[in-house]
């Protein structure tokens, strides 16, 4: 059995994903809380191995809770978050602090059912795939300097594609601010998120600590070097070239291996344009995204990095490329943003 806590202020909302949580055989809640400082104690005098906490509640808010607990007793923690703009920071700010993953927030209670597939399959997956909250926490710690580039023998046209899932936000954090501003290469980035506004928070946040500029790709947008393109939650991101362009297309199709935006699509687009002149890197994250599109950078003669075990928090995605053979080389995540520059300077 799965021990789990809910957290949420509102008493319906605690019953209701209480019951969705227990429909599930191998899930008890083995408590509820109705405040950060709640959580706190009852984490420490319960032990569950996953916590579901709300965001907006008071006494403690639930980014409070979440940040006292990774420095007390680090649980892996599942946030609710709206999906307005507010609920979108709100989420990031947390999954930076140590929380593992989020769902959005249902409007009313009308809708709570539509959300239950969702909750336990992220409560049995954050659990089966055992997360390392620590690496998680350490994330936050390094600062490294940014690396500086010869270009002197770049490729013609070149591009880097950067896939991740859970614990992407913070991995992202330590590649893309070390990147220099005068990449020769457009950067591509897949995170895994839904729709809503958390990808446009993110690259906000990116781009506010780097000297690349950070966006979220708009359809159609021409690509430009130095500049990085995060792929919008819930939308695929593809790249096509005409005419002698180079333009990203947003497509809203189906989720491939259960997600949207998937690495696979990009990956498979951006060989299609950039061919050998791709670096590709794989973080952190669950299932095995990116194993098909990695291996076929990888056939084509493009570079491919993978996070090394022991710098993921979740070792899911990496793992797949490795043993399905689709890695030059694995890195820590400190050494990445170094290894793509010498793969781009060939």
């Known amino acids: 059995m799965i021990r789990t806590l809910v957290v949420d202020d509102s008493a319906l909302m ?34 569950p191995e996953v916590i579901v906490m709300d965001v907006n509640m008071p006494v403690m808010d639930g980014i409070t ?23 979108s920071r709100e989420a990031l700010e947390a999954l930076r602090l ?37 690496r998680l926490l350490n994330l936050k710690k390094f600062k490294g300097e940014i690396v500086k580039g010869n270009w002197d023998k770049t490729p013609g046209e070149t591009a880097v594609l ?11 954090e330590q590649i893309i601010p070390r990147l220099p501003e005068n990449m020769p290469a457009p950067v591509f980035v897949v995170q895994h998120m839904p729709k809503g506004n958390f990808c446009n928070q993110l690259a906000a946040r990116l781009d506010s600590l780097s000297q690349l500029q950070v966006k979220e790709a708009r359809n159609n947008e021409k690509v430009e070097n130095g500049v990085v393109y995060i792929a919008p939650g819930g939308f695929h991101m593809q790249v096509r070239k005409a005419l002698g362009v180079i ?10 291996h259960a997600v949207i935006p998937a690495v696979d699509i990009t990956a498979q687009s951006v060989t299609n344009v950039y061919g ?12 095995n995204d990116g194993t098909y599109g990695f291996k076929l950078i990888h056939e084509n003669e493009g570079k491919t990095i993978a996070c090394s075990e022991d710098t993921c928090v979740i070792y899911g995605m990496p793992k797949a490329a490795i043993e399905a053979g689709a890695i030059d080389v694995v890195k820590p995540i400190f050494e990445i943003p170094e290894e793509i520059v010498r793969c781009i300077e060939g």
């Open 14 to 47: 605690r019953k209701a994903a209480k019951d969705m949580l227990e429909s599930a055989d191998n899930i008890e809640v083995v408590g509820t809380a109705r405040n950060g400082e709640e959580a706190i104690e009852k984490a420490g005098k319960l032990q």
């Open 65 to 87: 809770a979440v940040e006292k607990i990774m420095h007390t007793n680090p649980i892996p923690t599942i946030m609710f978050s709206t999906l307005t703009k507010k609920g």
């Open 98 to 134: 140590g929380a593992i993953d989020f769902i959005t927030k249902p409007t009313g209670l009308h809708e709570i059912d539509k959300i239950e597939d969702e909750l336990v399959s992220k409560v049995n997956n954050i659990h089966n795939s055992k997360p390392n909250i620590i």
């Open 162 to 172: 950067i896939g991740t899932s859970t614990g992407g936000p913070s991995s992202l």
């Open 247 to 256: 333009r990203i297309k947003i497509v809203e199709g189906e989720p491939v």
């Open 276 to 287: 050998k002149n791709m670096v590709a890197a794989i973080l952190t994250g669950m299932g």
